[in-house]
Structure formats: structure tokens, C-alpha cells
């Protein structure tokens, strides 16, 4: 791999991690290059965080190939944490000291001038609305806040690679709107790694990649990811959209059908429908639950992901893993 694609780049072949007996990474291959937002989705227990930590140069693990960045992760990793930045689940800074204070401390581990300091600073604080609060002790910060001063702190040294584990989980939406914004407007310069749970945040990723049980099932855009579900997707609006839910059921080609709000959501494999002019029609003949409307939509990133799921429990039961 040339110096310049090593900048920016994860490669990772037949990587494997265990704890104990426990296997929680289970030969990953993934391979990832240039800026943009990727994001790393799955299950409880799919081994996202772990992932994320080996990826960090955090855990030790068995590869035939591990590089971020153009350094070798069985190696000496000081390169390569000196170009990141890391915000896990559980807020990881000085809660004593100050907004201001964590990140002086953070611009002396990476050796920044006390101007670049002042002018990165200013940048982020504006940018996260932490301007106002930057002499209040980080402890004492609203969770939205915490997390907002993590990745400004993870973006202070301006790292080639930023990695964040669940970086809105819990916070309100207006933060997580806030951080959003941030992010994005990094995409173009700064290769970001996140895991989310969140569907509106998957289908901002610019690329996908869906683990379980430690093994990458599927990777792509979410268009490319939406396609590989094929499927074909409905809704049934009535006065009981579960009724309307378990009658969608009972239809041969009807895959999954459960209520959401005011309408039920049926999906139809393609390999399996009739068409979607009947059906419409023998969703809008479905006496359960009063259907009054029913209407054909694209495949959103909900259906996208309980694909996902289905496809790899298949490959596990076949393969018996």
C-alpha cells in the first residue's frame, strides 16, 4: 500500500479477538479507505466495541493482517494513536478540571503550540456550543455537553481518524443533532468510525458495515445495503394496525408484518412477491383492523437492518457457528 492511501485507510484480514473462551471478534475483514463517515452497526454483543478498541490500537488480538493508518496494529501503535482520536461509551475525561483545562491538557500531549491551541479551541467550542461553559468543571456538564466536549477533545489535535462508540446514546436530540453537525462537517477531511443503533444515523453514513456474532455479514452504502435486503416494502394504515399486522401475516408471501404507530409495516421478499399492484390490493382487502389506506415505499434502513439480522441467524444456523 503507497504512503499517500496508507493516510487514511483500515485494513484487516482474518482479525480475531477473544476474551477467555469467548470468541468476540470472529475473523473480520474489512477494508476501508479515504474520508468519509462509516459506521459500524449490529446487535447487542455483535462485537462493535471491541472492534472499535482493536481498531484504536487498545486490545491485543491475532490477525494475518491488521493496519490503520499505514502502521501495523501487532506493532508499535504510538504512531498511530499520535493521528486519532477516541471517544468511548462511558465519558473518559477529567471531571475536576475545567472544558478549557481538558483540552490544554490534551494540546500538551500532542505537543501544540499555546496559538494553536487558542485557535482550535475557539473553533470547537463555538462549534459545539461549549463557548459559554468553558471554565465550568467538565463533571458538572449536562450529559449532551459531556459528550459534545469528548469530541471536540478527540478532534483538538485534528487526527486523521476519529473513532466514537455510541457517541449519542442517551442524549437529548437536540445534541444529538448537534453532534451530527460536527461530524459531518468533518466527513471531508477526517476518516470517522462510529457505531450507532440509531436508523436516522445509519442512513447518514456514507458507508455501512453490519457485524454479528463478531463476523462483517454485509458492508456497503446504505443504497447498495437497501438493495441487497431486496425486498419490497408497505404500509397498511387503520384503526388496529396490529390486527392489520397479524391478518398481513397470514398472506403466503408476506415475510414480516408488525404494527408501527397507525399503520402496520409488511415486508415482501422479492424473490417471493405477486407483484405490487395485488399487493396493494389484497392489503387493502384485508378486513382486520379496518385498512383504509395502503401504499407502497421505498426500503428504509429499519427493513435494511432486520434483513440483515435474518440473513446472518441463516448463515449461522447453516454453518452452525
Known amino acids: 500500500m503507497s504512503s499517500r492511501a496508507a493516510e487514511q485507510s483500515i485494513r484487516l ?12 471478534l470472529a475473523g473480520v475483514d474489512l ?18 466495541t471491541t472492534l472499535l478498541r482493536t481498531i484504536a490500537g487498545l486490545l491485543e488480538f491475532t490477525a494475518e493482517d491488521a493496519y490503520v493508518l499505514g502502521v501495523d ?69 449536562s450529559g449532551g455537553m459531556k459528550q459534545k466536549l469528548a469530541i471536540a477533545n478527540a478532534l483538538l489535535p485534528g487526527p486523521a481518524l476519529l473513532i466514537l462508540d455510541e457517541p449519542t446514546a442517551g442524549v437529548d436530540v437536540i445534541a444529538r443533532t448537534e453532534i451530527w453537525s460536527i461530524l459531518q ?15 436516522d444515523e445509519t442512513a447518514a453514513c456514507d458507508r455501512l458495515v453490519y457485524l454479528d456474532a463478531g463476523r462483517v455479514v454485509a458492508s456497503g452504502t446504505p443504497a447498495e445495503l437497501r438493495a441487497v435486503a431486496a425486498l419490497e416494502l408497505y404500509r397498511a394504515w387503520g384503526p388496529d394496525p396490529h390486527a392489520i399486522a397479524r391478518a398481513a ?10 404494527a408501527t404507530g397507525h399503520y402496520a409495516r409488511v415486508e415482501v421478499p422479492l424473490a417471493r412477491t405477486p407483484g405490487a399492484p395485488h399487493v396493494l390490493r389484497e392489503l387493502a382487502a384485508l378486513n382486520d383492523g379496518g385498512v383504509r389506506l395502503v401504499e407502497q415505499r421505498p426500503v428504509d434502513s429499519e427493513s435494511m437492518l432486520l434483513a440483515l439480522a435474518r440473513k446472518s441467524a441463516t448463515t449461522t444456523s447453516a454453518t452452525g457457528r
Open 31 to 48: 477494508v476501508v479507505s479515504g474520508p468519509q463517515i462509516v459506521g459500524i452497526v449490529g446487535p447487542d454483543g455483535a462485537g462493535k
Open 73 to 141: 496494529l501487532a506493532g508499535d501503535v504510538r504512531a498511530l494513536k499520535a493521528r486519532l482520536g477516541y471517544v468511548p461509551q462511558s465519558f473518559s475525561l477529567h471531571r475536576d478540571l475545567s472544558v478549557m483545562e481538558n483540552l490544554r491538557f490534551t494540546a500538551r500531549l500532542h505537543r501544540l503550540s499555546e496559538a494553536e491551541l487558542e485557535r482550535r479551541a475557539r473553533e470547537l467550542l463555538e462549534r459545539t456550543g461549549l463557548a459559554p461553559f468553558a471554565d465550568r468543571a467538565a463533571g458538572a456538564l
Open 13 to 24: 484480514r482474518r482479525l480475531e479477538k477473544h476474551f477467555g473462551p469467548r470468541r468476540a
Open 249 to 258: 401475516r397470514a398472506l403466503p408471501y408476506v415475510a414480516e408484518a408488525h
Open 185 to 199: 462537517a468533518r466527513r471531508e477531511d477526517t476518516l470517522i468510525l462510529l457505531s450507532t443503533s440509531y436508523l
